[in-house]
């Protein structure tokens, strides 16, 4: 069967989903008017009618759980080699959840401290994550995502020194290699598709993970170890940039690569300006994957990182509501709003 024969559902759906994305006017009429239960009223459909300023978790859940659900649609729409690794995209958020548990325990906060700030995704329901946040366990933690696969690379995790929050960061390095891994589909055009996306975003992640570094202070081979075990364009400036000696050296490094424009025009650079900018590059070619041929996992994976780039607006969104932060700050923050 043609490409077009095997997607034609798949870019159907994608197109349909992709209409209801948010436009960057509906946002910036958010940021600007309406109170928080408006605005949850509003992006949840009137699902949820009433939020609290003190806890926003069933909000943000509820949000979630809809993203989950839209990637198991276009899953039973794919064709069979591609449904692995739309599966695995929306995974994302209880390795996210994974990442959290994880970290309260290592920085031993209290169970009911971190069960405000711990989104529920997928099988860590409400009531598990509060199960293993009593645990103290982590053991526990990574014994319940059921992946054999993950419980033997994160594991030996625990015993090195400062085991948690090591263990905290291979749960990236396992994902996203995974998802790397992934990607390698049977059919030329698909792997192409995916891997372009796919592998931007790890590149982001790794500069990022740089800048990290250099704040904490690390020397080059921790940093190097923070790594995510791909490099898709860097080559080696990514040696170069684990090496900087400071974030303005690192910035000076990165303008050899093509990821130097999306921070072009920029005044103070930090990690949080650095972060956003290539979130809305990456959503940028998310968007771009658009004008190409529909008939390829390449457009569900783009509607599916859009997703999640929405959600990440949306949390903002709601968090600056319910924390009183100036309109201004709230859409400075907003990556899909920009495009």
């Known amino acids: 069967m043609t490409g077009a024969g095997r997607y034609a559902e798949l870019a159907a759906a994608v197109r349909s989903f992709k209409a209801g994305l948010l436009q960057p006017n509906q946002v910036?009429?958010?940021?600007?008017?309406?109170?928080?239960?408006?605005?949850?009223?509003?992006?949840?459909?009137?699902?949820?009618?009433?939020?609290?300023?003190?806890?926003?978790?069933?909000?943000?859940?509820?949000?979630?759980?809809?993203?989950?659900?839209?990637?198991?649609?276009?899953?039973?729409?794919?064709?069979?080699?591609?449904?692995?690794?739309?599966?695995?995209?929306?995974?994302?958020?209880?390795?996210?959840?994974?990442?959290?548990?994880?970290?309260?325990?290592?920085?031993?906060?209290?169970?009911?401290?971190?069960?405000?700030?711990?989104?529920?995704?997928?099988?860590?329901?409400?009531?598990?994550?509060?199960?293993?946040?009593?645990?103290?366990?982590?053991?526990?933690?990574?014994?319940?995502?059921?992946?054999?696969?993950?419980?033997?690379?994160?594991?030996?995790?625990?015993?090195?020194?400062?085991?948690?929050?090591?263990?905290?960061?291979?749960?990236?390095?396992?994902?996203?290699?995974?998802?790397?891994?992934?990607?390698?589909?049977?059919?030329?055009?698909?792997?192409?598709?995916?891997?372009?996306?796919?592998?931007?975003?790890?590149?982001?992640?790794?500069?990022?993970?740089?800048?990290?570094?250099?704040?904490?202070?690390?020397?080059?081979r921790a940093a190097s170890d923070m790594m995510i075990p791909v490099n898709y364009g860097l080559g080696h400036v990514l040696t170069e940039m684990s090496e900087a000696a400071s974030t303005q050296s690192l910035l000076r490094i990165l303008e050899k690569t093509p990821y130097s424009r999306a921070l072009q025009g920029q005044g103070v650079m930090d990690g949080g300006v650095v972060e956003r900018m290539l979130s809305r590059s990456h959503a940028q070619t998310c968007l771009n994957a658009f004008a190409g041929s529909p008939f390829n996992v390449g457009l569900a994976l783009a509607f599916l990182f859009l997703k999640n780039y929405e959600l990440r607006d949306l949390f903002s969104l709601i968090n600056g509501k319910a924390n009183n932060v100036p309109a201004d700050r709230i859409a400075e923050s907003l990556i899909l709003a920009h495009r």
């Open 28 to 220: 910036n009429r958010l940021v600007e008017t309406g109170s928080l239960s408006e605005t949850v009223s509003m992006v949840t459909e009137g699902h949820v009618t009433t939020a609290s300023a003190t806890d926003l978790i069933p909000v943000e859940s509820y949000l979630i759980e809809r993203v989950i659900e839209l990637a198991q649609r276009l899953t039973s729409y794919a064709p069979y080699d591609s449904r692995a690794l739309i599966k695995l995209i929306a995974a994302a958020h209880e390795y996210a959840c994974i990442k959290e548990i994880l970290k309260a325990i290592s920085d031993q906060v209290s169970p009911e401290e971190a069960s405000a700030h711990i989104v529920p995704a997928g099988k860590f329901t409400p009531e598990k994550c509060k199960e293993l946040l009593e645990s103290r366990n982590p053991s526990r933690v990574i014994e319940t995502f059921g992946d054999e696969a993950f419980k033997r690379f994160v594991t030996p995790k625990l015993a090195a020194e400062k085991g948690g929050m090591t263990a905290v960061g291979s749960v990236d390095q396992y994902y996203y290699r995974k998802l790397w891994e992934a990607s390698n589909l049977p059919d030329p055009l698909d792997a192409q598709s995916a891997r372009g996306l796919i592998g931007e975003l790890i590149d982001h992640l790794n500069i990022l993970l740089c800048f990290r570094a250099r704040l904490m202070e690390l020397n080059a």
